[in-house]
């Protein structure tokens, strides 16, 4: 890890180990959690890393790099958000918040703060109603979740017969 | 009968000798004989000939004229309907056959193409297999060329099937569901062989287990089956501990898949396939052991499926160093000795030389500019100096991964090297060539209980990530010293793969140009840009008597621009593109 990268990832660590307190969170709309799980599943592609069923394994894409286990986070609704808008600087967490690192809205850096390659790459664009949305989605429907379900997937794909979820009757 | 009358006589002869050469259905005889002058328009199988040279006689395109090549004319193909991780690739090699180009899209469907005018492409047919496009299903989403047997043209699919296609009418002639325990399916083209069609189980890193299969050219039947992870009692078996990690069934999920097509040497009648990476990739304590044939080549009997001969390049890997990539046959000479050699561009870095009548190793040089896995190759066993036979867990020399370990630094990237993207031959000059990512990645071990593991969802027991921004290069190896003579540095990472005519070599690139590059120097003579990323190779065909070089192109992909942030806003099209001169 080159040490400007040390230096982002320990104060995003920061950042986020404390409860965020941002201009956004006042203004939060009420998420939808079923239009989170859309997102989550169809605009985002958020489960290509982190899988359909959001435990870093279950449906992760050969060529992206596994995420995290979401059904065990430990971020609130505001690190959650935060996460969502601004990526993870030092992984593979990208930003969704189109205008990130433009100015200093995400952990007070820009662009230029980061050395070519280490720059958190731009994942597909959310508003701020649909950063609210995954969000619930997770809190009500993911975090806490033990072993994927056949039931869970049918769910998430809103077909019982989805491939992803055969292989798991 | 008048002079008038006989020569309208001898041109409708002609004609209709034409019209039977249009439609000669591509006999045993005529794969056997796919390098001949006969056949040096064609390009009947998806590495050319049996023994995989990618090399065309065809010279009319030269060092001498190749910078006024231009685009003859580009047909668009479909299959853009994404699957998990997105669009899929395109990675089909073209066919072509007096005047008719078959490909394949990323979902295994077959178009025949009327390329006979040279001015334009005309779809003849798409023959719909009829697969479930269900955009939840974790597979990888390509398909790499399709096989021309008789009057029909094969295609095997990602759901296993394999299915064959009237050539005239492009209507299915018969289908057989030949992969099929969950997690199974096909990726490489199939092969024809007198009157067999292999193909191989692609689908290793999904929980599953490889296997090469034979099946009827006529009707698709099952005929045998070679299993590159041995079940317990049979030989090499032993090379699986599972009782050691207290999961007796690691061997189930073991992989080495098979998922670019072998080559084959009708005088043994051998057939030569590269095996993929023992699975979970990034967690060897899951499946203790060497994990034959993980890795390796193995050379089968065409007639039984007997393993005749195996070697093994990565034993114990943990760094994704499949070597599913082309096997190139030759006969040449080593030491002043006139030799039967199989040559093979590593995904591990270095280029091997072994003797294909018996597996023995003879040579390998490194080809790629950064290796730190090993220290060396022992001369004698072409083992890497570290293996150590007795130890279930092997520790190369760029440090341990395992579960207690932290994240460990492999050069070249797990993806090579050279990857499966094919090499060529000039069997004229001796002068093997590879094209490929020169790059590093980070690796991480993330542990999955057994009970965990499902066939059909990805099962890598870790994780990696690219270590800077990935290039790439073209390297040239004289096999009968297997020292390298050119290398050629690119700005971007090579999935294409390389074609190789007298004079020249030609390949594409991920940035979406697409270039011929000096045979002897690889300096390079032309290029172009078209924007579709480069992930399949060329092939070079004539019609008429006249040349013309095609390719396909389509998706990079999200996670492919190897850290070139600038190629990952690239977008999908299925394309072939043919050149020409004027």
């Known amino acids: 890890m080159s040490p400007s990268r040390a230096a982002v990832v320990s104060i995003v660590l920061v950042a986020l180990a404390a409860p965020m307190v941002g201009a956004q969170q006042a203004n939060d709309p009420a998420g939808d959690p079923e239009r989170g799980k859309i997102v989550f599943r169809t605009v985002g592609g958020c489960a290509n890393c982190h899988g359909w069923a959001a435990d870093g394994k279950t449906g992760v894409a050969l060529h992206s790099p596994a995420g995290p286990s979401l059904r065990e986070t430990k971020l609130n609704k505001e690190a959650l958000a935060e996460t969502i808008r601004c990526g993870r600087p030092g992984t593979q967490m990208p930003y969704h918040d189109r205008a990130a690192y433009r100015d200093d809205r995400c952990y007070g850096l820009v662009m230029s703060d980061f050395t070519p390659g280490d720059a958190p790459p731009r994942g597909k664009t959310f508003g701020e109603k649909d950063v609210a949305n995954i969000v619930a989605y997770l809190q009500t429907r993911v975090i806490g979740l033990g072993k994927p379900t056949y039931d869970e997937c049918a769910d998430f794909f809103d077909n019982p017969a989805a491939k992803a979820c055969i292989i798991l009757k | 009968m008048t002079k008038r009358k006989l020569l309208v006589g001898t041109c409708a002869a002609a004609l209709v000798l034409t019209g039977a050469a249009v439609r000669a259905e591509v006999t045993a005889d005529r794969l056997l004989n796919a390098g001949t002058d006969a056949e040096a ?13 990618r090399f065309s006689t065809l010279d009319q395109i030269n060092a001498g004229n190749v910078s006024g090549l231009h685009l003859a004319f580009a047909v668009p193909l479909g299959g853009l309907e994404p699957n998990g991780g997105g669009i899929g690739y395109m990675e089909s090699t073209p066919l072509v056959d007096n005047g008719f180009m078959y ?45 021309l047997s008789g009057n029909n043209v094969i295609t095997n699919l990602p759901d296993g099937r394999v299915v064959a296609c009237d050539t005239e009418s492009g209507d299915i002639a018969w289908e057989q569901q030949v992969a099929k325990e969950q997690g199974e399916g096909f990726t490489g083209a199939p092969l024809v062989v007198g009157d067999k069609i292999l193909v191989g189980q692609s689908y290793g890193d999904w929980a599953t287990r490889g296997w090469l299969a034979a099946l009827k050219a006529d009707t698709g039947e099952e005929l045998w089956r070679f299993y590159t992870v041995p079940e ?106 006139d030799r039967k050699v199989l040559s093979h561009f590593g995904r591990n870095g270095l280029f091997y030389s072994l003797d294909r009548t018996n597996g023995s190793y003879i040579h390998s040089a490194q080809y790629i500019d950064e290796l730190n896995w090993t220290k060396g190759i022992d001369p004698k066993t072409g083992q890497p100096v570290e293996y150590d036979p007795s130890k279930s867990l092997q520790t190369y020399a760029l440090g341990v991964l395992n579960r ?17 993207y094919p090499t060529a031959y000039n069997p004229a000059t001796g002068i093997a060539y590879g094209a490929g990512i020169e790059a590093c990645s980070d690796l991480e071990n993330k542990t999955v209980a057994p009970e965990d593991v499902v066939p059909g969802v990805v099962f890598l027991g870790g994780t990696y990530a690219v270590s800077g921004a990935q290039k790439g290069s073209i390297t040239a190896v004289d096999v009968t010293t297997g020292q390298q003579v050119a290398k050629q540095g690119t700005q971007y990472p090579n999935n294409s793969g390389t074609l190789v005519t007298p004079e020249l070599v030609w390949t594409g690139s991920t940035d979406g140009s697409f270039g011929a590059y000096d045979a002897k120097t690889l300096a390079p003579l032309w290029s172009i840009n078209v924007g579709t990323a480069f992930r399949a190779p060329p092939i070079t065909y004539s019609v008429d008597g006249k040349q013309y070089v095609a390719i396909a192109g389509g998706y990079l992909g999200a996670g492919n621009a190897g850290g070139n942030t600038e190629l990952e806003d690239m977008q999908g099209a299925n394309m072939v593109w043919v050149f020409a001169l004027d």
């Open chain 2, 232 to 337: 317990p009692g049979q030989p090499g078996s032993e090379t699986w501990k599972c009782d050691e990690a207290g999961n007796p069934d690691c061997w189930k999920t073991g992989g080495g898949a098979l998922w670019v097509t072998g080559a084959y040497d009708p005088e043994s009648n051998l057939l030569y396939w590269g095996t993929g990476n023992p699975v979970p990739m990034f967690d060897p304590e899951y499946r203790p052991g060497s994990n034959l044939y993980t890795d390796s080549t193995i050379a089968v009997d065409a007639d039984t499926g007997e393993l005749k001969w195996h070697f093994q390049y990565t034993p114990g890997d943990y760094m994704d160093y499949d070597e599913v990539g082309v096997q190139l046959l030759m006969n040449t000479k080593i030491n002043g000795e």
């Open chain 2, 103 to 147: 490909v394949s899209d990323p979902w295994g469907t077959p178009y025949k193409i009327d390329v006979s005018s040279g001015k334009q492409g005309k779809v003849v047919w798409v023959c719909d297999t009829g697969i479930d496009k269900d955009p939840s299903g974790g597979f990888l989403l390509t398909n790499r060329g399709l096989a």
């Open chain 2, 41 to 53: 328009g064609n390009w009947l199988m998806v590495h050319k000939t049996y023994d995989s040279n």
């Open chain 2, 404 to 420: 207690a370990s932290t994240s460990v630094k492999n050069c070249p990237h797990i993806s090579g090297g050279v990857n499966y």
